[in-house]
């Protein structure tokens, strides 16, 4: 199941109930007490969580998420925040903090490309519906949150050159570009941050070792209580459903994002009775029904956002994978039900 860190919704309505908002009528339904803040391993379905973000847009205008990421702190998500606080510099931070992102997040991801001049940092969202202004904040705050904490983290770190949004410009969009210190590019095939060469090496001012060893191991301890965390093939699907929008799903690129070779990765899997093949190909059965169950998007614009060049290719997986032809899919009444999935 999609989860968030119950921290981030009490966050919403924090800053929503210094605006005036009832935060305990945003909660409602959540799980998260709007009296305290919740552990940070506790955790909210992202459904649950949407619906807080479309209690809340509904009442303020669309620069709230970003009032939102300016009040976050790394110390709101106590362990995991700590763990980035400690680090030599932002790139540990980031690939530390993505190895334990499960404590954060599930099902949802952000990525770092480096390249000869510039870092990418892209945030893989779950799926949902850019029409749907609860989906539009979420995901308006996840890229602004990632934007906050590198400010939080780094001894004078780059501004973004470039902010890529997915969903179409607000009315008005001065807020973003305060905000970012550049007006942003709504209506992107992706959600990215663009900085200049170099963030990696940018220096966290609170960096510890000591502190950052000790709350590594923090860290893994919590990933073990939650099960699971040798399971390789459980790791490789979720770095895959983060590329289920027109990423990089290719053995090369997420045996990257794991911290390990494409041999390394094959071999691993196979000890666990698996293979890489097998769950790209149950992942993609899973987004294509659900994009599908929309109704919104051609066969050919799903091919692509789940890794097909080719459409033909996808139409024959698809009737392999479910013995119907997309436009059979479609027609069919349980198309609605895995479009809920």
């Known amino acids: ?110 990525q770092m490309d480096v390249e000869r001049d510039a870092t990418r940092i892209t945030w893989r969202p779950w799926p949902g519906d850019l029409d749907d202004p609860g989906y539009r904040g979420a ?68 960096f510890n070792s000591r502190l950052r060893d000790y709350f590594d191991a923090e860290c893994r301890r919590q990933i073990e209580e939650l099960g699971g965390a040798d399971d390789l093939a459980a790791q490789v699907r979720k770095a895959l459903i983060g590329t289920m929008d027109g990423g990089d799903s290719t053995i090369e690129a997420v045996a990257r994002r794991l911290g390990m070779s494409s041999r390394s990765l094959q071999r691993r899997l196979a000890e666990e009775r698996t293979s890489y093949n097998d769950l790209l190909a149950e992942v993609r059965a899973e987004f294509a029904k659900r994009y599908l169950a929309r109704g919104t998007l051609t066969a050919s614009e799903v091919a692509y956002l789940i890794g097909f060049t080719e459409p033909p290719a996808f139409f024959k997986a698809f009737k392999r994978w479910t013995g119907l032809t997309p436009r059979e899919f479609q027609k069919r009444g349980d198309a609605g039900a895995a479009a809920r999935m």
């Open 1 to 110: 199941m999609d989860t968030i860190s119950g921290v981030v919704p009490f966050l919403v309505a924090h800053v929503a109930r210094s605006l005036g908002a009832d935060a305990a009528a945003l909660l409602h339904g959540s799980g998260v007490d709007a009296g305290a803040p919740p552990p940070g391993d506790e955790h909210v379905a992202v459904e649950r969580y949407f619906e807080v973000w479309r209690r809340a847009m509904a009442r303020f205008d669309e620069g709230f998420p970003l009032r939102v990421a300016s009040f976050f702190r790394h110390e709101d998500n106590e362990i995991f925040g700590f763990l980035a606080m400690s680090c030599a510099t932002i790139g540990e931070a980031f690939d530390r903090t993505l190895h334990y992102s499960r404590l954060y997040t599930v099902g949802a991801t952000y």
């Open 139 to 206: 995901m308006d705050y996840h890229v602004a949150n990632m934007e906050q904490a590198i400010r939080q983290l780094g001894r004078s770190p780059p501004r973004p050159a470039e902010v890529r949004l997915r969903h179409a410009a607000p009315r008005d969009a001065a807020r973003h570009a305060d905000f970012y210190g550049v007006a942003p590019r709504f209506g992107s095939p992706r959600y990215e941050l663009v900085y200049p060469a170099g963030l990696r090496d940018v220096v966290v001012t609170t």
